[in-house]
């Protein structure tokens, strides 16, 4: 793999929750412009994986460069100037913030506070726009789902990571936020992560695969190498 085009490289990192380990020697790389998929059965590791790339978990060992800079004790806040987004698993909006003030958290992070929303946000989302005022609470959860990826691109980011955007999203609407993301990686150039379960987008979005199992990526590849005996050894129940 050529290195220079290396946006997010993890090496042999540890981690897990006081004294027990959850991630063992991760080893992982994304590249510039690409769009990556993290699977794996419940309890794996796929969200502490995004949660330490994000800051949220410290590391018992092994290192994080993002962007060329050694990130591995950078504080989360300072991550998400660097250009790091993350949209968590359950979104995780402010349900008593109105719309607006949702979309706005995004910049307050981001060291831009006190812009206003850019334009684009509404391109990709009229919704927002219609709903400026409404509580975010009283979204559907598919229009949570999109406020929190749009709070995500308030802080014009290089790399977004998203933990299960479909998921408990009606079936109407997955396919609209599988859109989004693509559209995200393509249009705007960002390197996406995302921990999915459906293996249709998978193969049809992804360049490439992480499989994990038990805190370890035990497989890794081009999304048309995720065959049916992967799917059927790492993620049938
Ligand atoms: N806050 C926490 N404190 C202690 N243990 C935790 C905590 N969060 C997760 N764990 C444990 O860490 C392991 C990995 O959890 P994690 O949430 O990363 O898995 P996951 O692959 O994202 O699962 P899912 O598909 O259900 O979202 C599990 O054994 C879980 O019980
Ligand atoms: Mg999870």
């Given at each position: 793999?050529n290195?220079s085009t290396s946006?997010?490289e993890?090496?042999?990192v ?8 959850v991630?063992?020697d991760?080893?992982?790389s ?5 769009l990556v998929?993290?699977l794996?059965?419940?309890?794996v590791?796929k969200t502490?994986l ?6 949220l978990?410290p590391?018992?060992?092994g ?6 800079d ?7 806040f ?5 250009g ?6 359950g979104r995780e ?5 109105s719309?607006?003030?949702n979309?706005k ?6 060291g ?9 946000i509404?391109?990709f989302f009229?919704m927002l726009?219609d709903?400026?005022s409404?509580?975010g609470g ?9 406020l929190?990826?749009?709070?995500g691109?308030m ?13 408990g999203i009606q ?8 859109q989004t993301?693509?559209r995200?990686?393509?249009?705007k ?6 921990v ?5 987008f998978v193969r049809q979005?992804?360049?490439r695969?992480?499989?994990?199992e038990?805190?370890k ?5 081009k999304?048309?190498?995720l ?10 129940v």
């Amino acid at each position: 793999m050529n290195k220079s085009t290396s946006l997010l490289e993890l090496s042999n990192v540890t981690a897990g929750y006081g004294q027990s380990p959850v991630l063992l020697d991760v080893n992982l790389s994304v590249n510039q412009g690409e769009l990556v998929c993290l699977l794996g059965r419940n309890g794996v590791g796929k969200t502490t994986l995004l949660r330490s790339i994000m800051g949220l978990n410290p590391l018992t060992s092994g290192s994080i460069i993002f962007d060329a800079d050694d990130i591995s004790k950078t504080p989360t806040f300072k991550r998400v100037k660097y250009g790091i987004a993350y949209i968590p698993q359950g979104r995780e909006i402010m349900p008593y913030l109105s719309v607006e003030d949702n979309l706005k958290l995004g910049l307050a992070g981001s060291g831009k506070k006190g812009k206003s929303i850019p334009k684009e946000i509404f391109d990709f989302f009229p919704m927002l726009r219609d709903n400026l005022s409404r509580k975010g609470g009283l979204l559907s959860g598919g229009q949570q789902q999109q406020l929190a990826i749009a709070r995500g691109l308030m802080a014009n980011p290089k790399l977004m990571l998203f933990d299960e955007p479909t998921e408990g999203i009606q079936p109407s609407i997955v396919q609209e936020i599988e859109q989004t993301l693509k559209r995200i990686n393509e249009e705007k150039g960002i390197t996406v992560v995302v921990v999915e379960q459906k293996i249709d987008f998978v193969r049809q979005l992804a360049q490439r695969f992480f499989m994990m199992e038990k805190g370890k990526i035990v497989a890794r590849g081009k999304s048309e190498e995720l065959t049916d005996s992967l799917v059927n050894q790492y993620l049938a129940v």
